[in-house]
Protein backbone atom coordinates (compact mmCIF):
# COMPACT_ATOMS: atom_id res chain seq x y z
CA UNK A 1 0.00 0.00 0.00
CA UNK A 2 1.06 3.63 -1.02
CA UNK A 3 1.36 6.44 0.89
CA UNK A 4 0.46 10.24 0.18
CA UNK A 5 -0.77 13.41 0.48
CA UNK A 6 -3.39 15.44 -1.49
CA UNK A 7 -2.32 17.89 -4.13
CA UNK A 8 -5.65 18.86 -5.43
CA UNK A 9 -9.41 17.75 -5.49
CA UNK A 10 -12.16 18.38 -7.20
CA UNK A 11 -15.79 17.17 -5.21
CA UNK A 12 -17.94 17.69 -7.85
CA UNK A 13 -16.07 15.92 -10.60
CA UNK A 14 -13.92 13.01 -8.06
CA UNK A 15 -10.89 13.51 -9.87
CA UNK A 16 -7.59 15.01 -8.03
CA UNK A 17 -3.66 14.43 -7.62
CA UNK A 18 -1.67 13.08 -5.03
CA UNK A 19 1.98 13.22 -4.26
CA UNK A 20 3.68 10.22 -3.76
CA UNK A 21 5.50 9.67 0.04
CA UNK A 22 8.14 7.44 -1.60
CA UNK A 23 9.28 9.70 -4.76
CA UNK A 24 7.63 12.76 -4.52
CA UNK A 25 5.53 12.28 -8.21
CA UNK A 26 2.25 12.14 -8.90
CA UNK A 27 -0.61 9.78 -9.22
CA UNK A 28 -4.29 10.47 -10.48
CA UNK A 29 -6.90 10.13 -8.69
CA UNK A 30 -10.23 9.74 -10.68
CA UNK A 31 -13.85 9.56 -10.01
CA UNK A 32 -14.94 6.64 -7.82
CA UNK A 33 -11.68 5.98 -6.23
CA UNK A 34 -13.02 7.01 -3.10
CA UNK A 35 -16.01 4.08 -3.36
CA UNK A 36 -15.37 1.72 -0.36
CA UNK A 37 -13.80 4.43 1.68
CA UNK A 38 -15.45 5.99 4.52
CA UNK A 39 -15.13 9.56 3.33
CA UNK A 40 -16.68 10.81 0.36
CA UNK A 41 -14.42 14.10 -0.15
CA UNK A 42 -10.73 14.33 0.82
CA UNK A 43 -8.91 18.31 1.16
CA UNK A 44 -5.71 19.73 0.42
CA UNK A 45 -2.75 18.53 2.46
CA UNK A 46 -4.62 15.42 3.50
CA UNK A 47 -2.55 12.29 3.98
CA UNK A 48 -4.13 9.13 2.28
CA UNK A 49 -3.13 5.42 1.86
CA UNK A 50 -3.75 3.97 -1.11
CA UNK A 51 -3.33 0.86 -3.88
CA UNK A 52 -1.74 2.33 -7.27
CA UNK A 53 -3.00 0.11 -10.69
CA UNK A 54 -2.44 1.23 -14.07
CA UNK A 55 -4.72 1.67 -16.33
CA UNK A 56 -3.47 2.45 -19.96
CA UNK A 57 0.32 3.37 -18.91
CA UNK A 58 -1.42 5.81 -16.14
CA UNK A 59 -1.26 5.39 -12.76
CA UNK A 60 -4.42 5.81 -10.98
CA UNK A 61 -4.80 5.50 -7.51
CA UNK A 62 -7.66 2.76 -6.35
CA UNK A 63 -8.66 1.40 -2.68
CA UNK A 64 -7.93 4.96 -1.18
CA UNK A 65 -8.01 4.58 3.05
CA UNK A 66 -7.73 7.52 5.02
CA UNK A 67 -4.54 8.50 7.22
CA UNK A 68 -1.79 6.45 8.77
CA UNK A 69 -4.04 3.84 9.89
CA UNK A 70 -6.74 1.53 7.63
CA UNK A 71 -9.84 3.43 7.91
Known sequence: MAQGVVKSYD???GNGI???DSDKS???????SLKGSIFRTLRQGQRINFDIVEE???KIISNVKIGQGDY
Open 56 to 58: EDI
Open 18 to 20: VVL
Open 11 to 13: PNS
Open 26 to 32: EVYLKAG
